[in-house]
């Protein structure tokens, strides 16, 4: 059975740094798209940021060149590092892996950032 099993999430305060992993198991790791996306409460979930297996990243502007998505196959772990938190990045983080019709999720990480 697929699992993805993210980490790393907690309380802090604004300007502060977090570091969020997904361990996969089960999935041929380095074929996958990896993707970290985020649910604030009320809203919809929205991508943050995605790696390819290629290593090509893509990242929403509202936290380019706060956060850097890496990846380590050998690991089977993607990482999310968060820079320079704001009280706007609080939400539930999700680790997502992609392959063709293939899409599996994490169950969620808590990310609060206090003001």
């Known amino acids: 059975q697929v699992q993805l099993v993210e980490s790393g999430g907690g309380l802090v305060q604004t300007g502060g740094s977090l570091r969020l992993s997904c361990a996969a198991s089960q999935i041929e790791f380095s074929i996958y798209k990896m993707g970290w996306y985020r649910q604030a409460p009320g809203k919809q979930r929205e991508s943050v940021a995605t790696?390819?297996?290629?290593?090509?990243?893509n990242y929403a502007d509202s936290v380019k060149g706060r956060f850097t998505i890496s990846r380590d196959n050998a690991k089977n772990t993607v990482y999310l590092q968060m820079n320079d938190l704001k009280p706007e990045d609080t939400a539930v983080y999700y680790c997502n892996a992609k392959w063709y019709s293939y899409s599996y999720w994490g169950q969620g990480t808590q990310v609060t950032v206090s003001s």
């Open positions: 790696i390819t297996n290629g290593g090509s990243t």
